[in-house]
């Protein structure tokens, strides 16, 4: 069963948090951020050809307004392959472990598994991020030595910065299924 | 107050007198100026260093710190306040998040 719910992310925008259950120990959820705009796109386009425009009235060579039109295409290129993140999404599988997936404008897909074993918790966190304070959902990874100690931090949703209520219902779902692990523990 | 007297008494003056091997008078005025632009890179040079020691996200500073893995739990004495102590944050989540209202 699938459910969809709007949120505002961290700056202000728009974004979507889909819900999936696929199982009693498996669940999807996925935070989806506005796509590229036509009008930023189109005034980001205008005002690197005004600027070049402006620097082929001011010194008569040509080869600036064909550099302008080769810099929008491969700078457009690189902004959807590397930079704008269209979905990223959660898995989180009971027994297995968590993944999580960052798929980009021009398709790409960029995945990282974290093994149950690893994992100790699933908590929100807030810290300062350039000037501002903000919460931010975050996997604990365990210590192999100290059983209480953490080992690393791995921050989730970091370029679809969800506000505290979004992460609150992802929240509430992933702890729903981490406690399952301890009311039955398995050998792993 | 040397500086003073130096600034201000003419060249002509301290040559008179015999004193020939000073500054030139041009850092009279320089070197305040350099001083006052110090003193405003100094404020933007200490806004920088601040935001790049805040910890990253993905750092375990934002969780705990040495002093916190290390401290000692004390026994729970009925009928008095427990003793202080950093609480870890999953037990923090679960009491702020989880409870159903």
Known sequence: MAEERRFRSACGAPITLRRRQHSASCRELAVRGPRLQLRSLSAATSAVWLAAYGLFALSENSMVLSAAIFITLIGLIIYLHFVKIDQESLLVIGSLGIQVTSSYASGKESTIFIEMGQVKDVVINEAIHMQKVIYYLCILLQDPEDPQGISEVVPLFQSSKPRLDCLIEVYKSCQEILEQRKTAPQSN | ?101
């Open chain 2, 1 to 101: 107050v040397l500086y003073l007297i130096w600034a201000y008494i003419p060249e002509t003056w301290l040559f008179s007198l015999g004193l020939t091997y000073w500054p030139q008078k041009y850092w009279a005025v320089a070197l305040p100026v350099y001083l006052l632009v110090t003193v405003g890179i100094g404020y933007i040079l200490l806004f920088g260093i601040n935001m790049m020691s805040t910890a990253p996200l993905n750092s375990t500073d934002t969780i705990t710190d040495n002093f916190a893995r290390k401290q000692q739990q004390k026994k729970f004495q009925e009928e008095a306040i427990p003793a202080l102590r950093d609480i870890p944050i999953s037990e923090v989540n679960r009491m702020f998040f989880l409870p159903e209202k």
